[in-house]
């Protein structure tokens, strides 16, 4: 009989924690801080003073999805606190929810055009095919573009070199091929299931699952109330045990306008799973490895929310219409 999982859910008091708040900006992005945004001030004055909170923050994070007609390019996950700060993370929706696909890497900051995608002399291969997890697509600038586009400045002046034969737009000497250094694969495991908020990855040979949660503070009475199913915890598999199961982090859904969520990540438990002696992928300087477990982590859940908040809208409107329907 297998033995049921351990599980170890509660922060104690000797341990530490980091907290990241996400924020929907404008209609398609999100801004992540550690400074959460006062309440009290309304208009300009609230928005002058997100704007320096989030400019004075070190660890702020931006998710940029850029347009560009007729593709559907990746977001952007960037380290700073506007569209404009370097990229660092490519990340790729599929299908109905079923999967996503992140690549991060140190070259993608210098790949990433000021459209917010790969440019074209920077993509993997020749003929711009994905034929791996590492691989990167490039996208042209066209001689058109469509109201809306993404970077129409930067549109400008490639098109304007171009006429002025300056940069011929497929030059096979300017191509400088980039690849992704790592690449996660996030997968919806049994979408017909009862485990319908499963998605399982391996980050650093550590198998890790997002899944949902009932469990919330105490102190969010509301949450509880309001929103009692639509949190999230992510769980590892102790290596070499197999068995018991660590909560790494949990998002706290937000009922409140234009905020998501807040991500509570348990830096006690992932310094004791990623055990940086014992696990080669990780052996760099103690800093940028807890950094980048963060940014891994922060790019998860980015998909889980995003995903979770698609698949609510969905379903409402499929009850709307069916309501409509019979009523009709």
Not at 120 to 149: F, H, P
Request: hydrophobic share 35%.
């Amino acid at each position: 009989m297998a033995q049921k999982p351990i599980f170890h859910e509660t922060i104690s008091v000797q341990e530490f924690a980091s907290t990241y708040y996400f924020y929907q900006e404008g209609q398609q992005h999100v801004r992540i801080t550690q400074t959460p945004k006062p309440k009290s001030k309304k208009g300009w004055r609230k928005k002058a003073e997100e704007d320096s909170l989030v400019a004075e923050d070190p660890d702020a994070y931006f998710v940029h999805k850029p347009y560009v007609s007729f593709h559907l390019p990746p977001f952007t996950l960037r380290r700073g606190g506007s569209k404009n700060a370097p990229p660092i993370c490519l990340i790729h929706e599929y299908g109905l929810w079923r999967r996503w696909k992140l690549q991060f890497g140190d070259h993608i900051a210098a790949a990433v055009d000021p459209r917010g995608v790969i440019g074209w002399d920077n993509r993997t291969n020749v003929d711009n095919s994905v034929n791996d997890d590492y691989a990167l697509k490039g996208y042209k600038v066209r001689s058109w573009r469509l109201w809306g586009e993404s970077g129409k400045q930067y549109h400008r002046e490639v098109n304007r070199r171009q006429r002025d034969g300056l940069d011929s737009g497929d030059d096979p000497f300017s191509h400088q091929p980039v690849r992704a250094q790592e690449s996660i694969i996030l997968s919806w495991t049994s979408p017909f299931s009862r485990r319908t908020r499963w998605y399982q990855f391996t980050y650093a040979g550590v198998e890790l699952c997002w899944k949902g949660t009932r469990r919330i503070p105490e102190g969010q009475k509301w949450t509880r109330r309001l929103m009692p199913i639509h949190h999230l915890k992510l769980i590892a598999k102790l290596p070499g045990d197999g068995v018991t199961e660590v909560v790494l982090a949990q998002f706290f859904c937000s009922f409140a306008g234009g905020e998501f969520g807040n991500l509570v990540i348990r830096d006690t438990e992932i310094a004791e799973i990623f055990r940086r002696d014992e696990m080669p992928e990780l052996k760099q300087e103690k800093g940028r490895s807890l950094t980048r477990i963060h940014e891994m982590i922060i790019a998860t859940s980015l998909c889980m929310v995003l995903g979770e908040f698609e698949k609510r809208k969905v379903t409402i409107e499929l009850l709307i219409e069916m309501a409509c329907s019979a009523a009709g």
